[in-house]
């Protein structure tokens, strides 16, 4: 059984990657005012925050989604590419279903209006998709997930990213990892399940992490530029992203862009993203109302017996229990809110600077911070 | 580059199996009329019949979605696991919703009316869902989602089936395949995309042809019934089939389960497809009006440019150009209307029988069939 055996790697540190950990309320706070600095109104930070300090909590310091995401966003504020206090149009709007320009706004701000704008259709209607164009970067795709978990709908946010992705048979890239996110809120105070993926196998920020770590790669990640198998990282670099599923996933990725970017008005296929000042990225959020299916109380109740089913299953490895998706990054968000979320010192380095230029001082880490973060 | 080299492995004949192809018309006509011989009303026939008269056009003899698919029903059909002219009652009803109890009658035909409605609630709201409890066996994912397509809109079908994959980290089969299809309507007399697929990374029947014909697997299809893997298909006969993505695909499993099975009041996780006269399988049927969203024209313009970049990605093999979802099914299918649909004799057997049983002769082949079917 080789790298391919299908265990999933996980990010982990290196000793000259450290990191400092963070009360989570100061962080948020930093993010926040470094936002307003920066022109966007209140509820955009607190959004925008909020979608990094998930993703800060959730992953290791360093896998791209957390706080580091802000050293982008400032820049794509200040080149025009992210417009403050965009407004955002309703071009669209039917019983089901709306289509919202964001005016270049924030991706994790169009994003959660737009779900926020689903659920409320959703409601004694059942399902509800709202499309956005114009948008940017939207973060964590099972953020906006639970965003509708949270307030008792199933979720399912999606977005066109990037060409990455070649089409099944080819190496040229078309198509983006086009990330998902699924959530489904279980009542009882439980946490929703909560499934975040993108539709390639892995990612190129984890490719260049085995890279530099010196690590073969599972073949089934990606192709070199001319299109062979690899299980070096390094020849990997310029090559295609595979599919889950090989051609399965490039099926659903080719489909998430007709809903995402055909379908919204947005860019698509090769042309989305390219232009770090125009990135015209689409997204579709649904949500679905399980009251108008069943009552709550016997949803919950058969939800419990399926997760039963599951975790009861015998796992393969004694120390690793079957897990819910989401599941292991929730207990370490509950870990890391409580005793601070870390940060990669090099991340703090760049946002401490950034926050310097506007007359912020980035917090201080807590004392005596864990020397290895959970 | 091993057989785990990501090449689309397709079914096969060995010259043990001979097929004749027979014309499309007579082959319909003969399962119409069987299954109106055992009491299925003509609604039922026709759309049943449509159904495996499509696996039939779309795959290879033997694949097990096609005629041979009569064999089965057939049997529930004696054994009151499929009740005819069943009376499928709309449980709940809302703008953008409905809940079928199909009351055990074809899931085929549940599911066709499933969509119907689906499609019927999103015209000018956006998007519907229709989920149906205490159906069968659904046929093909793709050809309910081709359905939604014909029609005009962008459809997804999803059911939830037997426990064959276990969740991330176990051996124990928990959920199913649980297979979907998607499909998206391209104007202009084009054929729909359409995909159809499992969220396993294959399917039993395709392992055991393998080891039928003494083939090694890829290794991330199955495991061992101990858990380990193996690219032996023989070994992997009692074991997990693996999931799409790794732990992806067991997400989305589970999300589907939650889904077809969970929220309409069917049985789920283990308990589902496990009695022969009472599978009491879920479905979910969802459909998108693209009007809601753009023009008619505008969209299908989008889509055809999304199309060509696809389609001109250079191929990895000359002989291969890259294909759309669903499209070396269609172009057969095209090809077997005109010609014959091949059937595999060891299955013409079995129908024959099964006719000659209600006093109904099956069909002569076209003559001077072609050897092999394309």
Chains 1, 2 share one sequence.
Not at 102 to 114: C, E, L, Q, T
Not at 256 to 261: A, E, I, N, R, S
């Amino acid at each position: 059984m080789g790298l391919s055996g299908g265990r999933v790697l996980t990010y982990w540190l290196t000793d000259d990657d450290p990191v400092a950990r963070y009360p989570e309320p100061l962080l948020r706070e930093f993010v926040e005012d470094y936002l307003a600095a920066l022109g966007a109104s209140a509820d955009e930070a607190r959004i925008v925050a909020d979608g990094l300090v998930t993703a800060s909590s959730w992953w290791h310091p360093g896998q791209g989604q957390g706080l580091e995401k802000l050293i982008r966003y400032a820049r794509r504020i200040r080149n025009g590419g992210i417009v403050t206090r965009a407004e955002m149009a309703r071009i669209h709007d039917s019983p089901a279903s709306a289509l919202i320009d964001a005016g270049k706004g924030f991706g994790y701000v169009s994003a959660h209006r737009a779900m926020a704008a689903a659920t409320e259709k959703a409601r004694g209607r059942g399902i509800a998709m709202v499309g956005v164009r114009n948008s940017n970067h939207f973060g964590v795709a099972g953020y906006h997930a639970l965003h509708a978990a949270r307030d008792g709908f199933i979720g399912l946010a999606m977005t066109n990213a990037g060409a990455e992705m070649a089409p099944w048979g080819s190496a040229m890239p078309v198509l983006g990892t086009n990330p998902w996110g699924l959530a489904v809120p279980r009542g009882g105070g439980h946490d929703p399940i909560v499934l975040d993926m993108a539709l390639t196998q892995s990612g190129k920020g984890m490719i260049r992490w085995l890279a530099r770590a010196g690590l073969p790669m599972p073949d089934n990640w990606a192709l070199t530029a001319e299109g062979r198998r690899t299980t070096d990282p390094v020849a990997a670099n310029d090559g295609p992203l595979l599919p889950v599923g090989d051609y399965k996933g490039y099926g659903l990725s080719l489909v998430t862009d007709v809903l995402c970017g055909v379908l919204t008005g947005s860019l698509f296929g090769r042309s989305v993203f390219q232009d770090d000042t125009h990135f015209d990225v689409g997204h579709v959020l649904i949500a679905i109302d399980p009251d108008c299916f069943m009552d709550r109380p016997t949803f919950n109740g058969r939800l419990a017996r399926l997760i039963d089913e599951v975790k009861s299953a015998p796992p393969l490895d004694i120390r690793r229990p079957v897990m819910l998706p989401g599941e292991i990054e929730q207990r370490r968000a509950h870990t890391r809110f409580r005793d601070g979320i870390p940060v990669a010192l090099t991340t703090v380095d760049q946002v401490a600077e950034l926050g310097r230029e506007v007359g912020l001082s980035f917090p201080d880490p807590v004392p005596d911070p864990l020397p290895n973060p959970d």
